[in-house]
């Protein structure tokens, strides 16, 4: 065996302690794609938190907030309204305004109707210290609950869920108005236009058609408005009667409710039912009494109701096919014979 000098001997030592003092390795577990995509989902939503505070303001959509944003559809709702220099406007719903700047462009005075606040002063931003400022009047609050200003004109790109009040309150508005350019969900719209026949006429069609001339102006894809709503939209324009047919509504409407209560069902099937015959019969009591007028010994409602059917012709016919006149004339008839609807 060969001799180890001492020199040798203290440079093994060294390399021993040296390789002693060297830290094992750690080897790092599988690279987690979750936990990094979790990291960058978080960083993404934080950045779209960000942009979406310089695209403008955050929509409410429980307040129907859907903004038209192609020009060339708000353009051709404000040419449908035939604006005049001197036309005073009710806007309702102006949003963040993309509407009202081109009404004022041709209107003498726009006055804009806003629940939200915050879309409120964005409007009021947008118009301030420009030249049509002095042109616009902010009402804040809803519409429903308040009384209408004088107006020429309405244009609204209205908020869904307040379609039907909103059409009938502006029908019954006095002084009447020259005409209304109105954005509403598409299948609301061909009702409030359906004919006869048409399988969406009904009530809301005949109420609406009984003191207004309404006309389909233009269809209009959800991709215009931002956020886009679950529904296509269409444009109407509604111009009430003047003067408007001396009908008294709640009349009016009582019957129609009766009448299109089943619209494809018979008169005669749809005024039998009890409820029906007993409210009539009170109304009938109520009248008489209130006139003096005698009661006959053996009254029977059924058949006083049947006899003004039979007598107009409209005992086997069918709300769906019945026209303006056609009700008016029923109602006449039932009124002749001292029967009313309210």
């Not at 894809?221 to 709503?229: A, V």
């Not at 006083?304 to 006449?332: C, N, P, Y």
Request: proline content about 6%; aromatic content about 8%; glycine content about 4%.
């Amino acid at each position: 065996m060969p001799k180890i000098t001492t020199q040798q001997l203290r440079k093994r030592t060294q390399e021993s302690a040296a390789n002693a003092t060297i830290k094992p390795r750690t080897i790092g577990l599988p690279y987690d794609k979750t936990q990094r995509s979790q990291k960058t989902a978080a960083k993404g939503g934080n950045s779209a938190a960000e942009s979406s505070r310089h695209f403008g303001p955050m929509f409410n959509k429980d307040l129907g907030q859907h903004i038209l944003i192609n020009p060339l559809v708000s353009q051709g709702i404000v040419d449908k309204a035939h604006l005049k220099q001197t036309d005073i406007v009710l806007e309702v719903g102006p949003g963040t305004g993309n509407l009202t700047v081109k009404i004022l462009e041709q209107a003498k005075k726009v006055i804009a109707c806003e629940a939200d606040a915050r879309l409120a002063a964005e409007l009021t931003k947008r118009v301030q210290g420009g030249p049509f400022q002095h042109k616009l009047e902010i009402l804040h609050g809803d519409v429903m609950k308040r009384d209408l200003p004088y107006f020429d004109v309405c244009i609204s790109n209205t908020p869904y869920q307040i379609s039907s009040p909103l059409t009938f309150k502006l029908i019954f508005h006095r002084p009447i108005f020259r005409c209304a350019v109105l954005m509403f969900q598409r299948e609301f719209a061909m009702r409030l236009v359906a004919r006869p026949g048409d399988s969406l006429y009904g009530r809301l069609s005949v109420n609406c058609q009984l003191y207004s001339k309404v006309t389909h102006v233009m269809k209009v894809g959800k991709n215009n408005f931002k956020p886009p709503p679950n529904v296509e939209s269409s444009v109407v324009k509604i111009e009430p009667l003047n003067p408007p047919p001396p009908v008294d509504f709640e009349e009016w409407d009582g019957m129609v409710r009766i009448v299109f209560s089943r619209k494809n069902k018979t008169l005669a099937a749809n005024f039998k039912p009890t409820a029906t015959m007993q409210m009539l019969e009170n109304n009938y009591k109520t009248y008489c009494a209130s006139n003096e007028l005698m009661i006959e010994e053996e009254f029977d409602i059924k058949k006083k109701v049947l006899e003004v059917l039979e007598q107009t012709g409209f005992s086997d016919s069918r709300a769906s096919k019945m026209d303006i006149d056609d009700l008016l004339k029923l109602l006449s008839a039932f009124h002749d014979a001292d029967i009313h609807f309210c």
